[in-house]
């Protein structure tokens, strides 16, 4: 694995580069281009300046998050073809630049959900948080309004209120569109993309719903298991792949995380490690990546990783707000540089013990 930290850009974060650097064992940056909208096309000079500024900071770009996927690709539009020609050009460039992972989701109008941005925690840190009855109360059209006061004046991704402004007209695009036909959707996307990405071998690595069940009766078809081995297998091609997001799949208490894993050996491109809190099954909120501070067994999450020779780049996901820290929610440096500590802690250790176990075996 590589240990990687996710960077905005230097225009959205307010976490620097030279931060990241002096992370232990971070060499890498998840990064996109913040400035563009979902369907167009990404140029290949826009590409080398981010590479470029990556680079002058000693770091290197070692994939995308995201690439998004224009709503009429999602929705199966009649004008979806359009929006995949300039995805599959936009992966053409980044095949060009020498960019090798992209990272995308297929969620509906928004992107992960979370009622709460600021909820304190007993040592008066802040993180995300999650009830099923806030959901339940609000209508979609308020989920961005309701949050929006914790936001530390960032802009989320997925969440910018140019995109919030037309969520109604968004919600209509999806009228009739059950599981069956977002997965058909999925499908031919997928099929449409894999010739440019076998071509410049560019990984696809998708990111699970989260949470992972339909919200405000909008088709989810990332959620578990069955689910994405039916897509795997769907479009059979090792550049087909997924994110591994334990605090996505996580998320619904009937996934078993290192059993997932497993399943996924081979496909899993790109992980995405966190641990969250749960009070109920319906209420959870993001905890500290160390096991005891939240529900997940961390060192089974990644042993797991471990055991199915994961190569790819991993990165903590989002880090609780803490020692003042004023940052996009779930982005503050402070959190995830312990996030990439303690995730280097327990890999060195199941690493340097496995080896160990396989030197005794063979004497
Ligand atoms: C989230 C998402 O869990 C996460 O990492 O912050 O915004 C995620 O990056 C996207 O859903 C990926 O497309
Ligand atoms: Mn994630």
């Not at 990272?103 to 099923?132: H, I, K």
């Not at 689910?227 to 795997?232: C, E, G, P, S």
Request: charged share 25%; proline share 4%; with cysteine.
């Amino acid at each position: 694995m590589e240990m990687t930290l996710r960077w905005y850009g230097s225009q959205h974060d307010t976490v620097t580069l030279e931060q990241i650097r002096q992370i232990p064992g971070v060499k890498g940056v998840i990064t996109t281009l913040y400035d563009t909208m979902p369907g167009e096309v990404w140029s290949r000079q826009q590409i080398r300046a981010m590479k470029a500024e990556v680079e002058a900071a000693g770091l290197h770009v070692a994939g995308i998050e995201s690439v998004n996927v224009h709503e009429s690709i999602k929705a199966g539009a009649a004008d979806r073809d359009i929006y995949i020609d300039h995805y599959r050009q936009t992966l053409e460039n980044l095949g060009e630049e020498d960019i090798h992972l992209v990272c995308y989701n297929f969620m509906p109008v928004f992107d992960w959900t979370r009622t709460e941005l600021a909820r304190r925690r007993p040592d008066g840190s802040t993180v995300l948080a999650y009830t099923q009855k806030a959901v339940d109360e609000l209508i979609p059209e308020n989920m961005f309004t309701s949050i929006a006061g914790d936001l530390n004046g960032s802009i989320m991704p997925g969440w910018e209120p140019e995109r919030m402004e037309q969520v109604k007209e968004l919600f209509a695009m999806y009228k009739g569109i059950n599981e069956e036909k977002l997965f058909e959707n999925l499908t031919y996307f997928l099929e449409r993309i894999m010739p440019v990405c076998d071509r410049y071998d560019i990984n696809m690595a998708i990111h699970p719903d989260d949470p992972a069940w339909s919200v405000f009766g909008l088709p989810r078809i990332i959620t578990g298991k069955e689910k994405i081995q039916r897509m795997l297998k769907v479009v059979e091609n090792p550049h087909n792949g997924v994110t591994f997001c334990s605090g996505s799949y996580g998320t619904n208490l009937k996934n078993d995380l290192p059993d997932m894993i497993r399943s996924l050996k081979g496909r899993i491109h790109f992980a995405h490690v966190r641990n969250l809190k749960f009070h109920s099954a319906e209420d959870f909120e993001e905890a500290a990546h160390l096991s005891s501070d939240g529900s997940f067994d961390m060192y089974e999450i990644v042993k797991a990783l471990y055991e199915i020779g994961f190569s790819g780049p991993i990165r903590p996901d989002h880090g609780r707000m803490i020692w003042g820290e004023k940052a996009m929610p779930g982005y503050g440096l402070y959190d995830r540089a312990l996030g990439a500590a303690y995730i280097n802690g327990l890999w060195e250790a199941i690493e340097k013990n496995a080896k160990a176990q396989k030197a005794g075996e063979e004497r």
